[in-house]
């Protein structure tokens, strides 16, 4: 018996000891999904996630935005090279990639509003927090529509043209602006009408946006230069210096880098709405209905709120303006005039002194003056002074693909996962009336004895020719 | 009369034992090399019939004492001899017996312990298992494991990923069976499982070099290197082993008076040159820097008691001034054996390596040294002498004001029980760690960037620094038994135990900005973030190994073991990887006699079959969030996507070979037909766009490889005063991804322009990127999107190793090649959008995307390369007696001979190395990254 007891006694100690040497519990010190959405104020913290992800959607699809307009050109760097050439695939990475965070974007704004707000944080519902998830959810639509041939508006789904993403962008803004009263949600309601042709919703609510108080009204998207994510525009334009830089079409070059060195850790901003856009919207309205009156004194309103935005002084010395192939010397300095394409005439100002610290807007910028507006007198030549505005005005921001009418195409990844996908889903828009080759648009000729710069084809004229008014 | 009986019983019992203490004698003797004369330390002398023996000492003499008299079966055995059965007399007080053993040519005799469970004789083995022996390694003066390995295992490419301190080499023995994890094997140093990444998660990558665990194995004092490509042997390891097991042994020491031996070794280290576009370029960059080395080592002990010790130190300049690469190692590695009992041995190894290097900065890094070669500074044949000076004022000024350093140390330790419980009934406990801590520190001090141009001169207050540090701690524990059993002509071998591993690895980065000049410390910044990652596995498994032989000619091998993973997903059962293999040893046949041994003097067959498998990436199987501050706030987002049912992908190989021999055994060879086939294979491929999801790691893919592999070695002279040998091998390779799982094709390196990339039909990590065809009439006809390019996997491959001895000279030369590989030259295309391009970009029409034309900077990787020539001579003893045992001096040189079909070194890659951390790395991207360095050194090695 006194041996049972102690063979019991020693298998006893060895079984409890064998807790200290357990060496398989793993402990994951990451949280799990369901643990993370159940933690108090969590909808709070999924906006967070989502205005984060903003950013996120802004480093895939920014760059290359821009790469596909006449705004900026690049051959010199790793950044995308096809589109510069209107080589626009769905197969290319980047294009798959803005394919992935519009998705994204799209489908964490959804998660939030019906299943983190109804599951798991129900005080949220009804608040600012709610009304903002609408808003993202709106804005993955509204890029949808503004960029792509058309993408899947759910996960595998069929893929839906700009008509209904800009229908669901509208859907979804109106359910914000239902919840809370925001500048914002006005200016993105008028954007998403303008988008689809609907000129009364897209001046009520441009109209209700200036309307609001807040004459100046700009809305962020904002990058984190201690957690990240950081800004890829403001790399590719600025911070990469000489190595892997991209340069603007001269006659742009006064508004470039738009996003710099603010010091630190600080990262410029990029404007996702802005009060420009409302007067914009009505001036191109009022050009709609033929009255040029009101559409340039509106378009001075819009110089006027230009010339008080905000300029930084960047030290570009080392960028320089050196281009490529071969980096070979662009137009660097103020002495040079440019003219928008053979029949323009020329205009100074438009080159800074690249050799010097220069100003640069950081918000908004033009070389239209008032002066300039005053003597338009056809509706073609105020058109395309309008959409020079635009090019100006939301330079950098990604917002040029969709005024010259060119879309992306649904990824091949997609159409590998997903058999909802056709072939047409998968090819670029390219407009006709876009020059061939398509890199003629960033084309130029410079004397540099006589300092003057020739574009090759001023694309605000092609637009006002032959694309016309976005309302007619 | 019962009296009588009694008292002479008592007289007989006194007087017997009296009779037998008087009839014993002493055995004594030295054991020398046939061929040599060379006396040979730790050779065992087994005397069958008393179940002891003992070992030579360091002059080969041994002494068993005690041996009544009679007649006794000796077994002499040594690693890397043939065993020898002796008969002796023992018939006085004392008798000498002096033998000579043989090397073993074949290694039939040899024992291989990995993927045994404990030491089995060759000729039982139906795998082709790698041993390298101490005096092979002696041969291959390196610090470094990889390039140990390097040129001595004829069936694995070791192909380096950088000449920059602190990397390490692909190692690739069968292909890839994974398009997940590094094709490194797992590396065992006594019996415990040591840190073998490639690449850390928070590594502060400075263009290509990534830091690898395997630069800081302490190689000292290694006994022999076991290396097991896959297939069977490998199902002993289970879900850890797909891509091959390198188990390293370590010295315990010999009996015997303790004996020292100092080696000391003083040379040049200069830069790889002739794969720079421009000659300029290395005057600007590169200056030769000193080497030196140092080392001590000790060995001795008693019959109960052994020991072991090797310590060193060594220091490089590098080659890019002012310290850019230099960098000092120091190392020490003991172990020491005891017996504490008659049936318990205990031995325990430790091992400790520092090592402290700066980095230079590659690829397109910003301030990247090769900046030189690409035409950021114009055309280096056309400078003037005036901008050539400035230029090197300039690069040399900010190289020098770059602080780039790492600090690794590393312990590392095993112990083991050994327990003889009977004759035929063995068992073993070991249990040990590996810790290895590394910081690296990279600092962009204000004077650096105001030499860079970044900052106007005077700013004070732009600086920063990152700091990262990794600690990983591993601990294995196993416990086994051995069983043999001897029924006639019929033998046994029954092993089975119990394995446990478990890493931790726990990273930590703290980056700080707006630093003053002359802190090092973070907090002096105005900015401070941090950074952490970890990941924890553990796994455990059960294994039971039988070895049945039949008159040592026909064997069989069956195997089985099943495995828990803490990576495993919640639903998955016990994973079971079971072996079987087959051996028949034609030349043990007695039909084989008659074979002329002048013509095959050996012949065996063996084919088997095996699984192994690999484990998915820890924390891949729970639906976890993405959690984190973005501008203050706390944020959550959707993170891994996770799958329950994540289990280890596994690979099943078959193998079937021979090894032959002709000509008295003077010509080898070895011949491996694999073929391995990759199931569940675990592909982090991408979901439906629009399902807004990351892509998340399931178990979707098959990949197949399959080869030949032949090893031959030639003895081509053997006398007395020569011994030539030549080792040489070829290995041929298919790789194809078979199956995708119907996934998307996904991306596992290179470049957005062309990358490595995943998908069925087609090789793991083949390049892939858009083809422009130019016709005859110099017109573009076709740009044919995300196009075949080529691929990085060679289809043939091999290594050669000469070994010459000519009395007390020595000389050792080891090359590897590969042919049928492709690599990329990121290089040219910045020369070409530089302007300064070669011919290959002709009739490519202006204005077009490089994105279009990336098959041209695609080319042909073939390459032969010595790694290293090595002559050494023994001084004539009567020249050191009375002062040393022996002395030798020796001079190397490493990495004398390129010989590519490329401009560029097709071997160094710095975005191909590995897809994070220990991920999928297949090389084949030459971008801008320094060779491994040229070294001339000579060495002097005293004994005493």
């Known amino acids: 018996m006194r041996k049972l007891t102690l063979a019991l006694l020693a298998i006893i100690f060895v079984y409890a000891g064998c807790d200290l040497i357990d060496g398989t519990n793993v402990v994951n010190p990451d949280l799990t999904l369901d643990n993370a959405v159940n933690s108090a104020n969590s909808a709070e913290s999924w906006l967070t996630g989502v205005e984060r992800r903003t950013a996120l959607v802004m480093n895939s699809f920014l760059t290359t935005a821009e790469l596909s307009t006449d705004n900026y050109i690049n051959r010199n760097t790793f950044f995308n090279q096809n589109v510069d050439g209107g080589v626009i695939r769905s197969i290319d990475t980047d294009i798959e990639n803005t394919n992935f965070q519009f998705a994204r974007l799209r489908n964490q704004a959804s998660y939030g509003i019906n299943t983190v707000i109804p599951d798991n944080d129900s005080d949220a519902a009804g608040t600012s927090v709610e009304a903002e998830l609408y808003f993202y959810l709106g804005y993955a639509h509204l890029l949808a529509a503004e960029n792509m041939t058309s993408l899947p508006a759910e996960g595998n789904g069929v893929p839906q043209g700009p008509a209904a993403h800009f229908d669901l962008a509208i859907g979804a803004f109106n359910q914000a602006n239902s919840i809370t009263a925001d500048p914002s949600y006005n200016l993105a309601l008028a954007r998403a009408h303008y988008g689809a042709g609907n000129k009364d919703q897209a001046v009520q609510f441009a109209n209700a946006a200036i309307n609001s108080g807040s004459a100046d009204f700009v809305r962020y998207i904002n990058f984190d230069g201690v957690n990240g994510p950081g800004s890829t525009y403001e790399n590719a334009v600025y911070s990469r210096q000489s190595f892997n830089d991209l340069q603007p079409l001269p006659r742009l070059d006064f508004l470039d880098p738009k996003f710099g060195d603010l010091g630190g850790t600080n990262i410029s901003p990029i404007p996702m709405l802005k009060m420009e856009e409302a007067h914009l919207i009505i001036a191109e309205a009022h050009l709609s209905d033929n009255n040029l009156n009101l559409a340039k004194a509106t378009m001075n309103d819009v110089i006027g709120l230009v010339d008080s935005r905000p300029t930084r002084a960047i030290d570009e010395t080392q960028e320089g303006r050196i281009g490529n192939p071969g980096f070979s010397q662009r137009p660097n300095s103020a002495g040079f005039v440019v003219r928008a394409d053979p029949s323009a005439p020329f205009r100074d100002g438009l080159i800074l002194d690249r050799t010097a610290t220069t100003d640069v807007p950081t918000i908004s910028g033009t070389s239209v003056t008032t002066d300039r507006v005053d003597a338009l007198s056809s509706g073609t030549d105020a058109l395309r002074t309008l959409y020079l505005l635009r090019q100006e005005i939301f330079f950098g921001e990604g917002r040029r693909m969709f005024d010259l009418g060119v879309r992306w195409p649904v990824s091949n990844v997609e159409a590998l996962n997903n058999p909802n996908v056709t072939g047409a889903d998968t090819e670029p828009v390219i407009p006709g009336y876009i020059p061939t080759p398509y890199s003629t648009m960033d084309e130029f000729s410079a004397d540099f004895d006589a300092l003057e710069v020739t574009i090759a084809v001023d694309m605000n004229q092609v637009i006002a020719d032959q694309r016309g008014n976005r309302f007619n | ?944």
């Open chain 2, 1 to 944: 009369m019962l009296k009588k009986l009694l008292f002479n019983l008592l007289l007989l019992m006194v007087l017997v034992p009296c009779a037998v203490l008087a009839q014993s004698g002493t055995l004594t003797g030295e054991i020398t090399d046939d061929r040599t004369g060379d006396p040979l330390p730790g050779v065992n002398i087994f005397v069958q019939e008393l179940e002891r023996g003992a070992a030579t000492n360091l002059d080969g003499e041994y002494s068993i004492e005690n041996m009544p008299y009679g007649t006794y079966n000796l077994r002499i055995t040594f690693v890397g001899y043939s065993t020898l059965m002796q008969q002796v007399e023992i018939n006085s007080p004392s008798t000498e017996l002096n033998i000579q053993i043989a090397e073993d040519i074949l290694g039939l005799q040899e024992i291989i312990v990995t993927g045994q469970g404990s030491g089995v004789e060759r000729q039982r083995l139906s795998s082709n298992v790698t041993s390298i022996s101490a005096r092979q390694i002696d041969r291959v003066p390196t610090v470094q494991l990889d390039q140990l390995l390097q040129g001595n295992v004829p069936n694995a490419q070791i192909r380096a990923s950088s000449g920059s301190p602190g990397s390490a080499s692909l190692v690739r023995g069968r292909g890839v069976v994974s398009a997940l994890s590094s094709t490194t094997p797992v590396i065992y140093i006594d019996g415990v499982r040591v840190d073998n990444t490639t690449s850390f998660a928070l590594n502060r990558s400075t263009g290509g070099s990534a830091s690898s665990a395997l630069a800081d194995i302490p190689v000292e004092n290694i006994e022999r290197i076991e290396f097991v490509s896959g297939g069977a042997a490998t199902t002993q390891f289970g879900s850890d082993a797909a891509n091959g097991v390198i188990q390293i042994f370590t010295k315990t020491g010999v009996q015997g008076q303790s004996r020292f031996s100092f080696q000391s070794s003083v040379g040049s280290e200069f830069a790889t040159t002739e794969f720079l576009r421009y000659d300029r370029s290395g005057d600007i960059l590169f200056s030769p820097g000193a080497t030196q080395e140092y080392r001590l080592s000790a060995t001795g002990g008693t019959e109960t008691f052994t020991y072991s010790f090797s310590g060193s130190m060594r220091g490089s300049d590098g080659v890019i001034q002012p310290g850019g690469d230099n960098s000092v190692r120091h190392s020490i590695r003991g172990s020491f054996s005891a017996e504490l009992s008659p049936i318990v041995r205990y031995t325990g190894s430790f091992g400790f390596a520092s090592h402290e290097f700066n980095r230079n900065i590659s690829a397109n890094f910003s301030g990247s040294i090769f900046d030189v070669e690409t035409g950021s500074f114009g055309n280096p044949d056309e400078w003037t002498d005036a901008e050539f000076e400035d230029n090197q004022e300039f690069i040399r000024t900010y190289v020098g004001l770059h602080d780039i350093s790492e600090d690794v140390k590393r312990f590392q330790t095993s112990q083991t029980l050994d327990f003889r419980l009977r004759e035929d009934l063995t068992a073993r406990a070991v249990v040990g760690i590996d810790i290895r801590n590394s910081g690296q520190f990279f600092r962009e001090s204000n004077a650096y960037l105001i030499a860079r141009g970044f900052v106007p001169a005077g700013t004070t207050d732009q600086g920063n620094l990152t700091q990262t540090d990794r600690n990983f701690v591993g601990l294995t524990a196993e416990a086994s038994a051995r069983h043999q059993l001897d029924l006639g002509d019929f033998s046994f071998i029954t092993n089975v135990g119990g394995q446990f591993f478990r890493n931790n690895d726990i990273q930590l980065s703290l980056t700080s900005s707006g630093l003053p000049d002359g802190s090092n410390n973070a907090n002096s910044g105005q900015d401070i973030s941090g950074n952490n990652f970890e990941r924890t596995v553990a796994n455990w498994g059960v294994y039971a190994l039988e070895n049945m032989g039949y008159r040592d000619t026909y064997f069989i091998e069956l195997g089985i073991r099943a495995d828990q993973n803490t990576a495993f997903g919640a639903d998955v059962a016990t994973q079971i990887y079971p072996k079987i293999g087959l051996i028949y040893n034609l030349s043990n046949e007695s039909f084989f006699d008659n074979v002329n041994p002048n013509f095959i003097s050996n012949l065996r067959l063996r084919a088997n079959l095996g699984y192994a498998g690999n484990f998915p990436t820890p924390f891949s199987n729970e639906v976890l969030a993405g959690v984190g501050g973005y501008l203050g706030s706390s944020y959550i987002d959707f993170g891994t996507p996770g799958d329950s049912n994540l289990k280890p992908e596994r690979t099943k190989t078959i193998e079937i070979g021979g090894d032959i021999s002709f000509y008295n055994d003077r010509a080898n060879f070895e011949v491996t037909y694999f073929e391995s086939e990759t199931t569940d294979a675990l592909f982090n491929a991408p979901f439906a766009r629009s399902v807004g999801l990351g892509a998340a790691l399931q178990n979707l893919g098959t990949i197949e490889n399959s080869g030949v592999e032949i090893a031959g070695n030639f003895n081509l002279v053997r006398t007395r005063d020569a011994n030539i040998s030549l080792r040489a091998s070829v290995n041929t390779l298919t790789n194809k991804v078979v199956s995708n799982g119907d996934s998307a094709p996904f991306n596992i390196g290179g470049f957005a322009f062309l990358g490595s990339f995943v998908d069925e039909g087609f090789p793991v990590g083949y390049l892939r990127g858009n083809r422009m065809v130019i016709d005859d009439a110099g017109n573009v006809s076709e740009i044919i999107p995300n196009d075949n390019l080529g691929k990085t996997l060679p289809d043939y491959f091999g290594n050669i190793g000469l070994n010459a001895d000519y009395k007390d000279l020595s000389l050792t030369v080891i090359a590897d090649w590969q042919l049928g590989a492709q690599a990329v030259w990121p290089d040219e295309l910045l020369r070409f959008l530089g302007g300064l391009g070669d011919d290959r970009t002709d009739g490519v029409p202006a204005g077009s995307s490089f994105f279009d034309f990336a098959n041209l900077f695609v080319e042909d990787a073939d390459f032969l390369k010595v790694r290293l020539i090595s002559l050494n001579y023994s001084l004539p003893t009567r020249l050191t007696e009375g002062l040393f045992r022996s002395v030798s001096i020796g001079a190397t040189v490493t990495n004398p001979l390129n010989f590519t079909s490329t401009a560029f070194d097709p071997e160094v890659t710095g975005a191909g190395i590995a897809n994070g951390q220990g991920g999928v790395g297949v090389g084949g991207f030459s971008y801008r990254q320094l060779s491994p360095n040229r070294e001339v050194y000579g060495t002097l090695r005293i004994n005493f």
